[in-house]
């Protein structure tokens, strides 16, 4: 009991070290800006301007926040890319993986139609997933559409082409439905639709 109340004690102190430690630096930035500041005001200007210390400390942290983007964030962004352009194995990967991630956070978002297939004509077996391109205009067939089945306990998946026939859209969040398929049926799934 002793040890778990230590364990305890330190896991609490790893959360909550983090928070008290930027609380602590943004504390000490105020009073320390706050004071030169006041201190200035009143020896040129015989005035002093309460909050002053708060804006500068504000649009401090701004600053630090643009120089870290456009001085340090972006050129490592762009190096780390001209590295990868240089491999063409790893350039297919990355590019693959950059896709795949702006599936599910971009602007176009791909899996948000899940739908339920009919495999076969001749059988009952049907499979869950998402229409990921409805256009396919480069099929000598008009009729199907692409459809990414997600593979459970798994992060990867295939692509089939369907069709239209053989698709029912289902009234369920595509978020959910990702988590049913990925989890083999195990976790719930709610019958809310998702607001996209």
Do not use: C, W
Not at 24 to 49: H, S
Not at 133 to 151: G, I, Q, R, S, W
Not at 162 to 182: G, Q, R
Request: glycine share 6%.
């Amino acid at each position: 009991m002793k040890n778990k109340l230590v364990s305890y004690f330190l896991q609490g102190l790893l959360y909550i070290a983090p928070i008290s430690i930027v609380i602590y630096i943004v504390y000490a930035l105020f009073n320390f800006m706050d004071n030169i500041l006041q201190n200035l005001l009143i020896e040129f200007f015989g005035i002093k301007i309460p909050g002053l210390g708060l804006l500068i400390l504000v649009i401090f942290i701004m600053f630090i926040g643009f120089v870290g983007k456009t001085i340090i964030a972006d050129p490592l962004k762009k190096l780390f890319k001209t590295i990868i352009e240089k491999v063409p194995f790893l350039k297919f990967i990355y590019a693959a993986f950059d896709d795949l991630i702006a599936v599910f956070v971009g602007k176009d978002k791909k899996f948000n139609k899940p739908v339920l297939v009919k495999m076969n004509r001749d059988s009952d077996i049907e499979k869950l997933g998402f229409i990921t391109e409805d256009n396919l205009d480069f099929l000598p067939e008009n009729d199907k559409v692409a459809v990414y089945f997600p593979h459970s306990y798994n992060f990867s998946g295939e692509l089939f082409i369907v069709p239209k026939a053989n698709i029912t859209p289902l009234d369920v969040k595509s978020s959910e439905m990702m988590k049913f398929i990925v989890s083999g049926g195990v976790t719930g799934i709610s019958k809310d639709k998702e607001t996209e």
